[in-house]
């Protein structure tokens, strides 16, 4: 049998295959070969097979069939074997397989060998890839060695340690006998790996921790050592562009961040050597630089004193100065961790830190966009903000996003006016409008209409937006309802912010009808558009085009739309009459309060899923008060105190009927949730924004509400709905209400009308109306056909123990009650 | 702690792979795909640090072969530079102006360079001399097969 090829040979052979499939097809000749050589069990060549095999395993073959082999050549005598086993091992076996533990009586009897280079191989092949099981065999003979004089070995003893307590933590106890004179050494290899195994023995065991800052006194030693290296002269044999040993350096620093951490006797002890190595640290290399790092991470970290701790900051700010972009990298990085606790120190940076968001470097941008918004406050908004809004024209799009929404966050927290806000997002809205996240459209809307004196020139800003770009969603959708809700203010030019355009009714809804056919807009922008031209119905003079859209868009496939426009529809043939009621301007709104009402009530007109999904009142009342049906609703026979609907989030109801809509529409605090379509929402929802249900304010369809009676701190008040389907019938709600400081118990309310109508009193709330206004007694009353409708009403009450009774007389009935 | 390090060249074709921590053979192809793809994609000046999933990665590149070195979260990203070069310049210092072809040709030894300088993902020997010496000595060993052992005294 022909001698395997050697193993530069085989690569020069593999490295001249011109494709995948001739290497492939070269590979496998090899390894039958190789194979066949390993089953005539052949002493000789196996070294080079195995290397052989390794070379293709880094191609990408599988090399499995070779890891007995690595076994048998580190149970070899010669050296070379070894070598090549124990990388055979490192690179083939791990501790998934069975395999290795073979291996542990090879590493027991080489960690003893005569030749330091063999117990090296050993050593080195245990701690990078010794399993559990291994180091348990084998600890032992690791802490025997972790104690010889020989520094060669000591070194490798020491991180082979550190692997042994990665691996089976309870160990660590075992060997801390050994390092009691570890510090002691001269030579930096032991030096450096012991102070590695003393950092994982403090780190991972709190007593471990406390020992070594008490007993050993390691903090000094330490200190002791650091000062040693930084007085030192030159040192060839560890000096790094003038630096000695920073490789220790650093080590060092970080074990006296972990000593110095929450121990004030500790971190006092290195102040010294801290400042020291912070302000003598030569810092023209990279070197140097990563040893500042350290030191600050570690000044930040322990109990400092003041001044170390800006000492540590002005060293992060230089290094953003710094040409060198991984230095100005780690600096923000740094920084961010430090501007929770020392925002002031980081804040005198500010000028700087914008000035990375410039930087062409991708991570150094995320990182000063980052800290940017951590530095905005009060005082530096609107140059904060100048600089980020130009970020957010020039960044790339995978930034887009996290910075509009920083934007929107920042401008919430601490915009200095409201024009200034609003055009803070219009800017957003523009320039990212596609990146902004779904919630900031209902936001926006709930910003805008709370601005009341901003509203023209909002919607004028808004409406030039729409002419120069209707691509970007949300931007588009803001727009469109801005134009529905203002769109008066708009064609009446009276923007008094800046110079009011001139626009037409036709050319405002040129543009909106313009979005429902664009392919660009969504389904929701239409939905959006729709809607805003019907609103437009009320506010503009000419109707008639919009009846037309409005029908055209009955039979759209899109069912949205379509239900949309047969409701909007049905508005104009049926209702015709509550159309501006309907649609009449919208209240301002509280911000998401835990109270519903107000937040339902934006749904009005409007059926967005993303408000509609807003909380409801704490529900009440029976939650068979939602069947869709009125009846259902009026002739509820208990009327439960707090009748109101909860409002389905449904958008729309699937029967499409107007009434339906109107019915969701209820904002509950409506007494009875009819078609009674608030009018006098505004001041509806302005007094009801208690957590109370809202008894005490009446929201009457076209019917305004009455007090018919108000005596001795009893106030009786009438609200009225129009029964459906019959109109002859109107139902009355009275509210009774208490201002004494007693409550009234034992309340009953009795009526009498005259004998032309039909009177029928359902059962009250209940019987004691709470003093001091703090709730009301509801009662539903029907009466039938009423002309000029007149009642009688009695009331008897127990108050502080006396009873007492009154008859009252009610003339002042609304004339629309009865028409 | 360091978790692995990657050679691979310009056109991601890997020289070395020194894993710290056991995974599998699956593991260890796709995280060697992720690196190439990452590394291979950034911009020329950009800054030598990148996040992969809870690690941070150095990448260097030296001539036509990239380093790239992962570490733990709360390492010092600078020295870890230093620790790449380091390494470049023991491979340098032994094979006397180091080239990618030496690796690839030698890629036994440029392993057995490394596990002198780390083990475990951690620095055993921060000085160039000593990590020298040591692989002399063992190479001198490995001649001395052919005859037989004798102790080589280290000096330091």
Excluded at chain 1, 13 to 38: D, G, L, V, Y
Excluded at chain 1, 257 to 272: P, Q, V
Excluded at chain 1, 500 to 513: A, K
Excluded at chain 2, 35 to 62: E, G
Aim: proline share 4%; glycine share 4%; hydrophobic share 40%.
């Amino acid at each position: 049998m022909p001698a395997p090829i050697r193993l530069r040979e085989l690569i020069r052979t593999i490295r001249t295959a011109r494709t995948q499939a001739e290497e492939r097809e070269m590979i496998q000749k090899e390894c039958a070969a190789i194979r066949s050589s390993f089953r005539e069990e052949d002493n000789t060549y196996r070294c080079r097979n195995v290397a052989k095999l390794l070379y293709m395993h880094m191609l990408g073959y599988p090399a499995h069939f070779g890891q007995l082999e690595c076994l048998k050549l580190i149970a070899s005598q010669k050296f070379t074997d070894k070598r090549i086993g124990y990388l055979g091992a490192m690179l083939l076996l791990d501790e998934r397989q069975d395999v290795h533990l073979l291996m542990t009586n090879c590493i027991k009897n080489d960690l003893n060998h005569s030749t330091q280079y063999v117990q090296g191989l050993a050593l080195c092949t245990l701690g990078c890839m010794g399993s559990s099981e291994m180091c348990r065999d084998l600890a032992g003979e690791v802490e025997k060695l972790l104690k010889t004089s020989n520094s060669y070995l000591r070194k490798k003893a020491a991180l082979c340690a550190v692997h042994v307590i990665r691996k089976v933590p309870e160990l660590m106890e075992m060997f801390l006998p050994a390092t009691k004179n570890l510090l002691s050494e001269k030579n930096h290899g032991v030096l450096h790996t012991s102070v590695v195994l003393l950092t994982e023995m403090c780190e991972r065991s709190p007593d471990m921790l406390a020992h070594f800052r008490k007993n050993e006194k390691l903090v000094p030693q330490l200190v002791r050592i650091l000062k040693n290296l930084i007085m030192s002269g030159y040192s060839p044999e560890h000096d790094v562009s003038g630096i000695s040993d920073p490789f220790l350096q650093v080590r060092i620093l970080r074990l006296l961040r972990i000593l110095g951490k929450s121990d004030d006797d500790s971190s006092e002890a290195m102040n010294d050597i801290l400042a020291q190595v912070a302000t003598n640290t030569e810092t023209s290399k990279n070197v140097g630089n990563a040893i500042l790092y350290e030191t600050v991470l570690t000044i930040m970290d322990i109990k400092s004193e003041s001044g170390l701790r800006v000492l540590a900051i002005n060293i992060l700010g230089r290094f953003l100065l710094n040409n060198d972009k991984n230095i100005r990298y780690v600096a923000l990085t740094s920084l961010l961790k430090t501007v929770q606790t020392d925002h002031n120190a980081v804040q005198r940076h500010r000028s700087t830190i914008v000035d990375c968001l410039k930087d062409l470097d991708v991570s150094i941008k995320r990182r000063a966009m980052e800290l940017s918004f951590a530095l905005v406050n009060g005082n530096n908004i609107r140059g904060m903000m100048k600089e980020l809004l130009y970020f957010l024209d020039s960044c790339d799009p995978e930034f887009k996003a996290d910075c509009a929404s920083g934007v929107f966050l920042a401008a919430e927290k601490y915009a200095p006016s409201k024009r200034w806000h609003i055009d803070t997002i219009m800017r957003v809205l523009t320039t990212a409008g596609s990146y902004v996240r779904d919630d900031s459209v209902p936001n926006l809307i709930q910003l805008i209409t709370n601005s009341v004196e901003m509203h023209a020139y909002t919607v004028q800003r808004l409406y030039k937006a729409l002419l120069d770009d209707i691509s970007q969603q949300p931007l588009v959708q803001v727009a469109s309802w801005c134009i529905g809700e203002y769109g008066d203010l708009l064609v009446s030019g009276q923007c008094e912010e800046e110079e009011p355009i001139q626009v037409t009714e036709d050319e405002v809804l040129d543009v909106l009808e313009g979005l429902l056919v664009s392919n660009l807009s969504a389904a929701v922008t239409r939905g959006y558009s729709l809607t805003a031209i019907m609103k437009l119905s009320t506010r503009f003079s000419g109707v008639n085009r919009i009846k037309k859209v409005v029908s055209i868009y009955g039979s759209s496939i899109d069912v949205e739309l379509q239900q949309r426009a047969v409701e909007y529809n049905a508005l104009f043939k049926k209702y015709d009459h509550m159309r501006p009621a309907l649609l009449e301007r919208m209240p301002i709104m509280e911000k998401s309060a835990s109270n519903g009402p107000t937040e339902i009530v934006q749904t009005n007109g409007e059926t967005e899923p993303s408000v509609v999904d807003s909380k409801h009142p704490p529900p009440v009342s029976q939650p068979a008060n939602q069947a869709n049906d009125l009846l259902d609703l009026l002739g509820g026979n208990d009327v439960v105190p707090v009748i109101q609907t909860t409002v389905p989030t449904k958008p729309a109801s699937a029967g499409g009927e107007l009434l339906d809509l109107l019915g969701d529409l209820s904002l509950s605090g409506v007494p009875t949730p009819a078609p009674s379509v608030a009018t006098s929402q505004p001041s509806f929802l302005l007094d009801g924004l208690s957590s109370q249900p809202l008894f005490n304010d009446i929201a009457a369809a076209a019917i305004p509400p009455m007090t018919a009676y108000n005596k001795n701190g009893l106030k009786i008040d009438f609200t009225f709905e129009r029964a459906n389907p019959n109109p002859n019938v109107a139902v009355i709600t009275i509210h009774a209400s208490n201002s004494t400081e007693a409550d009234m118990t034992d309340f009953v309310f009795q009526a009498a009308v005259p004998k032309t109508f039909q009177l029928q009193l359902l059962s009250p709330s209940s019987n004691v109306v709470p003093a001091l206004n703090q709730g009301t007694v509801t009662q539903v009353i029907r009466v039938l056909n009423p002309q000029k409708l007149r009642m009688r009403i009695k009331l008897t009450y127990t108050l502080k123990g006396s009873p007492v009774q009154d008859l009252a007389e009610v003339n002042n009935f609304p004339p629309q009650s009865w028409q | 702690m360091m978790r692995f390090l990657l050679l691979f060249s310009r056109q991601g074709k890997l020289r070395l792979q020194k894993w710290f921590t056991p995974m599998s053979e699956r593991e260890k192809k796709k995280i060697i795909r992720d690196m190439t793809t990452m590394v291979l994609a950034r911009q020329p000046r950009s800054c030598n640090f990148l996040h992969w999933k809870d690690l941070k990665v150095i990448y260097k590149r030296y001539a036509s072969l990239y380093f790239c070195l992962a570490i733990e979260n709360q390492e010092n990203e600078l020295i870890a530079l230093e620790v790449i070069h380091r390494y470049v310049e023991l491979l340098d210092k032994y094979f006397g102006n180091v080239c990618e072809l030496d690796i690839i040709f030698n890629f036994e030894k440029a392993y057995f360079i490394l596990d002198e300088f780390l083990i475990g993902g951690e620095i055993q020997e921060t000085s160039k001399q000593m990590v020298n010496r040591s692989i002399e000595a063992s190479d001198m060993l490995q001649e001395d097969d052919i005859s037989e052992w004798y102790e080589v005294e280290l000096f330091g």
